[in-house]
């Protein structure tokens, strides 16, 4: 354990506590929970969400990879942020990886691919529609997600791993939001000493930061922050690197008279966090 992760676990969990009190399994959502998805950790566990009235049909997916500052969080935590999504036409598949620092980078990447590998493996037990595979992905979650997305896109990138992602798969389109994305950024030092087992060489920050190793083969991204994210100033500068390689991209930045607090989406009470998630899978539905 570290202080950092001992602090950031028992303050975004007094947070969520709050945030997700009263919530429950909606009535239009069937649920498959607990699902293996690897072998060597009980954290390597996966839910899959569907609509009840979809029995049947084969629905394109949304693969979400949560936040934590790379030390915190679980699909328990995100469980009512998925079937949201699920409830908007999806397959949401809502995962837990092992986190830091009891596991040290890649292997919270190698738990991201094998889900990915899991959803082609499995696609006829739950209906998945591997043609139209989605993902979403906050704060740290995103910047997980933007380097997978390098993996996929970048072959040369993706020869630093011992993992391959599903071959010749790059997801459909992604939404980051909230995203760290900046690994050089002030104040990061302590999450990056947790995350790597050399504490942050120059060589593993060139590792995981996403901007230098995006190509024009990046997915379609949807990119979004809020007046209150502190994270908020990396937005722009992932938005700048994305036109430069001429991936399409939306920018959304919400706020306006509310103070949207960092991965507001995930509040079901808020009315701004359910706009952006029905922009989000509107987005989506351009490409499927």
């Not at 915190?72 to 699920?86: F, I, P, T, V, W």
């Not at 620092?101 to 292997?107: G, L, M, R, S």
């Not at 209150?228 to 919400?254: G, T």
């Amino acid at each position: 354990m570290s202080g950092y992760s001992d602090e950031i676990r028992a303050r975004f969990k007094a947070s969520d506590d709050i945030r997700d009190a009263g919530l429950t399994t909606p009535d239009d959502i069937l649920r498959f929970d607990d699902i293996s998805y690897a072998d060597s950790s009980p954290w390597q566990a996966l839910d899959v969400y569907r609509p009840k009235a979809s029995a049947g049909r084969r629905l394109p997916v949304i693969v979400s990879v949560h936040g934590g500052g790379w030390v915190y969080g679980d699909k328990e935590r995100y469980q009512y942020y998925c079937m949201s999504l699920a409830q908007r036409g999806f397959a949401v598949v809502n995962f837990s990886y092992r986190l830091a620092p009891e596991w040290k980078y890649p292997a919270s990447m190698e738990d991201t691919n094998a889900v990915f590998r899991w959803v082609f493996d499995r696609a006829d037990a739950y209906g998945l529609d591997t043609r139209h595979v989605f993902a979403v992905g906050d704060s740290a979650g995103a910047h997980m997600l933007a380097i997978y997305c390098c993996i996929c896109a970048n072959p040369e990138y993706a020869a630093s791993y011992a993992f391959a992602p599903p071959e010749g798969f790059i997801p459909t389109a992604v939404a980051l939001n909230c995203g760290a994305y900046l690994m050089d950024s002030p104040g990061r030092e302590s999450a990056i000493s947790a995350l790597m087992p050399g504490g942050g060489t120059p060589e593993e920050l060139d590792l995981i930061s996403p901007l230098g190793h995006m190509n024009a083969a990046f997915p379609p991204t949807f990119i979004m922050t809020s007046n209150d994210d502190f994270l908020k100033p990396q937005a722009p500068v992932l938005a700048a690197r994305l036109a430069e390689l001429d991936v399409p991209f939306v920018y959304r930045y919400y706020g306006g008279s509310a103070r949207l607090g960092h991965v507001f989406h995930c509040d079901m009470r808020l009315k701004e966090g359910s706009m952006c998630n029905d922009e989000e899978c509107d987005f989506f539905r351009r490409f499927i």
